[in-house]
């Protein structure tokens, strides 16, 4: 896989070169200002992958400056929307030509499947990329309808300096979710990574500078939440920060917010996503869609079909079938082709899914399959399935975050779609059903920011993405996620002499 450039650990484990370990602040790579690093380790092992620089507060304040100047005195805002989309897509460019290395960075540090960063995560970013840098050029604001003697049109600017924080479970997905509509509105960035998985990101500032994005444009500081986050969330210069993570975190970062300079926040957070499948269902292709709903990427995904209902007719058979299905998916070292299934990311969140397992159990839901670590070594899970679930038990109301399916059982579609909609998420929703009646009836009744008909985990950037309720606002991808980059800025001029 990573052959003539990665270097095989013991037991044949592969872990690729690690080239940038350090901040990226304008334009350069630095120490941290008090010098501390931090260790990010491999999930198949434990092992500590490489000391990366941590940032804190001093270091924000200078990425903070870094990006204040570029943004009022640098050519990236001031520049052609056209030429902004054409350096964005040299960067995909560059992208695409790292496929390989990008893919294994993530691989490594977040424990995710090669092959799958290599067709999925990376291409899926580069897309997302030169979707917005043919939007740089086509931002344009209205002419108004103004009365008396006056003409108004609004002016889309570009915000300003953007903070960008982002979890671990995507990390090349969501810098390019947030950091591409922020780079075509003309705005600068800080980004913090998450910790766990801190190295693609340095690598991809580093392919940004080379692609011709001037110094200063984008930052990258990786560093804990608690430090340089909370130095990004309560900086009086930072005009507005775009985050993805839990529900928990997203409460602090708007209060710090409120509490600092009331920049603007867009939340993109939990999920406990339901997955309803209805008497018509093919029960084959409902079973597939189910697996890989709650165990592509380990579960650690925020829109995972978490909580699967399934209509009393077909019920039996499902259940049977899902346990064949959970056992036939491989758990292994994601690098091997044939694993469907790595390890959760660091031993926090290995910790905090077996204990979910238990409090299952104990709040007497049945454990079918599953439920135990996979291997002696790592964080690995074995694939999970519980019946008997109750809507009122914590594995059918928390984000689990790990490969854990709760199955229901229901009989009407009133009855589903009133438990849809019974957790304090709405994140999205899968469905499964030939009636058109229903697909459209339950579309319009779930709570949710996403609604898959027949389908699960199409994503596309055209596709607007986010929360109802505690899932959080404003919306990643498509031309609306332009908005959270952008002010509107009204112009009236008056027209004393006008005819009319
Ligand atoms: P988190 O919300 O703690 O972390 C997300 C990001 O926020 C990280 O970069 C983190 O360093 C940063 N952060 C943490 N505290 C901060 C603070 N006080 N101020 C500013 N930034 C801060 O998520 P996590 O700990 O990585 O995972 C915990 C849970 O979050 C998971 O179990 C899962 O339920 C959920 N999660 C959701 C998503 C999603 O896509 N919606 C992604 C990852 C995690």
């Known amino acids: ?12 484990v592969v872990v690729p070169e690690i080239k940038y370990t350090k901040l990226f602040i304008n334009g350069e790579f630095v120490d941290a200002v008090s010098g501390k690093t931090f260790e990010t380790r491999d999930p198949r092992t434990g092992d500590v992958l490489a000391h990366v620089a941590e940032a804190g507060k001093a270091d924000v ?10 943004f009022e005195h640098g050519k990236w805002p001031r520049m052609s929307g056209y030429e902004r989309g054409r350096i964005m897509n040299k960067l995909a460019d560059l992208v695409d030509q790292h496929t390989e290395e990008l893919a294994a960075l993530d691989g490594a540090d977040a424990g995710k499947l090669l092959l799958l960063g290599k067709i999925i995560d990376v291409p899926g970013a580069t897309q997302m990329l030169r979707y917005y840098a043919g939007a740089a050029d086509k931002i344009h604001g209205d002419v108004l309808r103004v009365s008396g003697k006056y003409q108004g049109y609004t002016l889309k ?12 479970n995507f990390p090349t997905m969501m810098f390019f979710l947030k950091v591409s509509p922020a780079l075509a509105a003309g705005c600068t960035v800080v980004v913090k990574p998450a910790e766990q998985t801190p190295l693609s990101a340095l690598y991809y500032a580093h392919l940004a500078k080379l692609a011709g994005v001037p110094d200063g444009v984008i930052n990258v500081v990786p560093g804990f939440g608690h430090t340089a986050g909370a130095a990004i969330t309560s900086h009086m210069d930072v005009d507005s920060v775009a985050f993805t993570g839990s529900t928990e975190i997203g409460r602090l970062i708007m209060e710090s917010a409120a509490r600092s300079n009331l920049k603007t926040v867009s939340l993109e957070l ?28 380990k579960g650690e995904v925020c829109v995972a079909g978490s909580r699967v209902y399934v ?4 019920y039996d058979e499902f259940v049977k079938k899902a346990v064949e299905a959970a056992q036939s998916w491989k758990v292994g070292d ?4 044939t694993t469907n299934m790595g390890p959760q990311v660091d031993k926090e969140q290995f910790e905090k899914v077996l204990k979910y397992i238990e409090h299952g159990k104990s709040e007497g839901a049945t454990l079918l399959t599953g439920g135990k670590p996979a291997a002696e070594k790592g964080y690995y899970i074995e694939p999970t399935i519980f019946v008997d679930v109750t809507d009122d038990m914590k594995i059918a109301q928390e984000e689990i975050f790990g490969p854990v399916m709760s199955l229901m059982k229901f009989k009407t579609v009133d009855e589903v779609i009133e438990k849809a909609n019974c957790t304090k998420y709405g994140l999205a929703a899968g469905i499964v059903t030939k009636s058109l009646d229903i697909a459209n009836r339950v579309s319009r009744s779930v709570r949710a920011g996403t609604v898959w008909v027949n ?25 609306a996620a332009m908005d959270k980059y952008l002010q509107v800025k009204s112009v009236i001029t008056a027209l004393p002499d006008s005819p009319w």
């Open 157 to 168: 600017e570009p915000i300003g300096v953007v903070g960008v924080i982002i979890p671990w």
């Open 1 to 12: 896989s990573m052959a003539g450039n990665g270097k095989a650990a013991a037991a044949g």
């Open 334 to 337: 994601p690098f091997d082709v």
């Open 61 to 70: 304040d200078l990425a903070v400056k870094a990006a204040r100047d570029a």
């Open 311 to 314: 209509q009393e007719g077909i």
């Open 455 to 479: 389908c699960y985990f199409a994503f596309d950037p055209d596709a607007p993405f986010g929360g109802y309720k505690m899932s959080g606002f404003g919306r990643d991808q498509g031309l």
């Open 270 to 297: 939990g999920g406990k996503s339901p997955l309803i499948v209805f008497d018509d269902a093919d029960v084959d292709m409902a079973v597939n869609l189910s697996r890989l709903a709650i165990f592509f990427n």
